[in-house]
C-alpha cells in the first residue's frame, strides 16, 4: 500500500504522537509499504525508508523563542495569517491550520496514495481529503477534553482560565471531525469509552490497538542507583501530576537520601521550578532532556523506582518502556496506566491520583523492599514481551487500512449506483 501519515507536529521527543509515528512508519515499511509523512515542526527523525515531506508553518511555538511574532517576509498566504492571528488572541491554531495546507497538498496529490493516515490532526482540512478520492483513517490517542478540564481545574487565577478556555478552542472542531471519521483507532479501551463520551464517536466505528515498545528497551546490565527515582513526563503539564510527585519526594527527603530524576524540561521560572524552590529539594531533583535513545534506556535502567503519577493516560508508553527496563513502578490508578501495567502489584504498585500520603507509602515500601522489585521488574518485562510490539502494531494498522479503502469504495460504488438509477 501507499501510505500517506499525517501529523501536524511529529517530533519523538514532543510526545507519544511523535513516537507513535516514527515506529509504526518504520515497521509497515518494513512489512513491504510505501509510507510517506507529512510533518509540520518540528520535524520528525525517521528510520531509513520512509520518506519525510514537510509541510511548513510559521512554527510559532519553537525553541528557544515560543509565542514569537514573525517577521512580515515569513507570511506566505492566508493559512499564515489566519495561524499568527489565532496564536495573538490566545488560540492554539496548529491542528486547523496544518490540516488547511494538507487540504491543499492532497487535491493535487491523493492519487499517489492509497489511504491518509490523519495521526490525531482533526482539523476541518482533512474532511476534505475524502472528496479528492483518497480513503482516511484517523488515530486518536485520547480526547484533549481530559488535558483541558485538569488543566482549568487546577488554575485558580481567572485571567489565566480564560485564556486556556481560548488555548483549547480547537477541541470543538476536532470533536466535530472525529465525529465524520470513517474509522477510528486507539490505543486503548479507555481512550475509546473516553472519546466516545467527550468527542460523541460511535464506538462501532473504533478499534482498539495497543502500542508498541522498541526492542532497544532493555533491562540494565550493570547494579541499579541506590535511592534513585525517576519519572518521565512534561513537568508544567498538571495532568502529569509531577506536583503530587515532588510533595511525596519532598517528605521522603526528610526521613532517607533519596533522589529524584525527571526527564523532562520545565519552563523557566514555571510551576514546577517554583515548587521545587518552595519544598527546598533543589539539589536533590534533577532534570534530564535532549538525551539519546541509548542515554534514554540508561536512565531508566539505573532507577531503583520509576513513578507514573499521572491524572489521566490515553496509553502511557513510558509505562510501558518502562517496565521493559524491568524497572520497578509505582503508577497512578488512572486513565488507561491500570490497561497497560495490568493486575495491581504484579508489575506496578497502583495509587490514588494527587494522592501524596499514598504516593509516599508505595515507593518508599518498594524502596525497602529489594526482592519485590526484582519480581516486580521481571514481571513487568514479560507483560511487554508478550503484549506490546511495534511490529504486531503494524500487522494490526495495515489490516485496518485494507478494511477501511474496501469500505471507502464499496460506498463509492453505492454512490455511483445510485446515481446511475436515478438516472434511468
Known sequence: MRIAMLSYRSKTHCGGQGIYLRHLSRELTALGHHVEVLSGQPYPVLDEGVVLTKVPSLDLYREPDPFRVPKLREFRDSID???????????????????????????????????????????????????????????????????????????????????????????????????????????????????AKDFGVDPARMQVILLGVDDMFVPPTGPRVAGRIMAMASADAPMKGIATLLEAFAKMRTERDVELILVSKPSPGGRTEKLIERLGIGPHVRFVSGITDLELVDLMGSAEVACVPSLYEGFSLPTAELMACGTPLVVS?????????????????????????????????????????????????????ELFSWRAVAVKVAAAYEETIADFRDEKSRQQTEKTEKKD
Open 333 to 385: 490508578r488512572a486513565g488507561a496506566i491500570p490497561e497497560v501495567v495490568g493486575p495491581d502489584g504484579e508489575c506496578a504498585d497502583l495509587v490514588t491520583p494527587g494522592d501524596v500520603e499514598e504516593l509516599k507509602h508505595a515507593i518508599t515500601a518498594l524502596l525497602d523492599d529489594p526482592a519485590r522489585r526484582a519480581r516486580m521488574g521481571e514481571a513487568g518485562r514479560r507483560r511487554v514481551r
Open 81 to 195: 495569517v489566519e495561524e499568527f492571528a489565532t496564536m495573538c488572541v490566545a488560540g492554539f491554531p496548529e491542528p486547523k491550520t496544518f490540516s488547511r495546507r494538507i487540504s491543499r497538498i492532497m487535491a493535487e496529490r491523493a492519487g499517489e496514495f492509497d489511504i491518509a493516515h490523519d495521526n490525531q490532526v482533526l482539523g476541518t482540512g482533512m474532511l476534505d481529503i475524502e472528496g479528492y478520492g483518497l480513503p482516511l483513517i484517523t488515530t486518536i490517542h485520547h480526547p484533549i477534553t481530559y488535558d483541558r478540564r485538569i488543566d482549568l481545574a487546577q488554575t485558580r487565577n481567572p485571567w489565566r482560565k480564560l485564556t486556556l478556555r481560548r488555548w483549547y478552542g480547537f477541541l470543538r472542531m476536532q470533536g466535530k471531525v472525529a465525529r465524520q471519521a470513517r474509522k477510528v483507532l486507539t490505543p486503548s479501551e479507555t481512550s475509546k469509552r473516553d472519546i
